[in-house]
T-cell receptor, first 110, second 114 residues
Framework: TQLLEQSPQFLSIQEGENLTVYCNSS?????LQWYRQEPGEGPVLLVT?????EVKKLKRLTFQFGDARKDSSLHITAAQPGDTGLYLC??????????FGKGTSLLVTP | GAVVSQHPSRVICKSGTSVKIECRSL??????MFWYRQFPKQSLMLMAT?????????EQGVEKDKFLINHASLTLSTLTVTSAHPEDSSFYIC??????????FGPGTRLTVL
């Protein structure tokens, strides 16, 4: 069962553009994580958000957790080719396995 | 950050043979490890949850007799794909959860069954 809806699934943009990836659910999560994965490698944790309404920044990446802890967004400012990859959101119910969204495949062209 | 390793990183085998994949937490103890399967350009699909010293919990649709999981210690879990067939070809990823609840992923194992 896919508890997390992630959109868009594919995104192709030019260097310098901004983008937002959305992760939505009808379930309340104890925390939500964002990962970035490159081909042939495992996912790498970018951020964990825990508190409703929380905003975290990681250089050009801004992560927001919805007030009700059901949704989250990832905004990238001035995208660069190095940002290319598969972005995954994953929600956690305390103590249980992560529920992954379907992922957003991002391509940033020079 | 915590490190999780997987071995081998790539394996090619003939149809009908068995393949064992190891997942190790290198600098922390993991009471719980997870095994995922991933197809190209798709998300991770949870196969099973592995708890040290007890039987693994398999997700619906995952054959426990085909995908044998052993979690013999707090730093090692193994996944054995028995009688592998071409449709088992995939990218297998493990993760390990530390005492604080943080989850760290291994680099994955690319399995190709000829």
């Amino acid at each position: 069962t896919q508890l997390l809806e992630q959109s868009p699934q594919f995104l192709s943009i030019q260097e310098g553009e901004n983008l937002t990836v959305y992760c939505n659910s009808s379930s309340v999560f104890s925390s939500l994580q964002w990962y970035r994965q490159e081909p042939g490698e495992g996912p790498v944790l970018l951020v964990t958000v825990v508190t409703g309404g929380e905003v975290k920044k990681l250089k050009r990446l801004t992560f927001q957790f919805g007030d009700a802890r059901k949704d989250s967004s990832l905004h990238i400012t001035a995208a660069q080719p190095g940002d290319t990859g598969l972005y995954l959101c994953a929600g956690e119910f305390a103590g249980y396995a992560l529920n992954f969204g379907k992922g957003t495949s991002l391509l940033v062209t020079p | 950050g915590a490190v999780v390793s997987q071995h081998p990183s790539r394996v090619i085998c003939k149809s009908g043979t068995s393949v064992k994949i190891e997942c190790r937490s290198l600098d922390f103890q993991a009471t719980t490890m997870f095994w995922y399967r991933q197809f190209p350009k798709q998300s991770l699909m949870l196969m099973a949850t592995s708890n040290e010293g007890s039987k693994a919990t398999y997700e619906q649709g995952v054959e426990k007799d085909k995908f044998l999981i052993n979690h013999a210690s707090l730093t090692l879990s193994t996944l054995t794909v028995t009688s592998a067939h071409p449709e088992d070809s995939s990218f297998y990823i493990c993760s390990a959860r530390d005492s604080g609840g943080a989850e760290f992923f291994g680099p994955g194992t690319r399995l190709t069954v000829l």
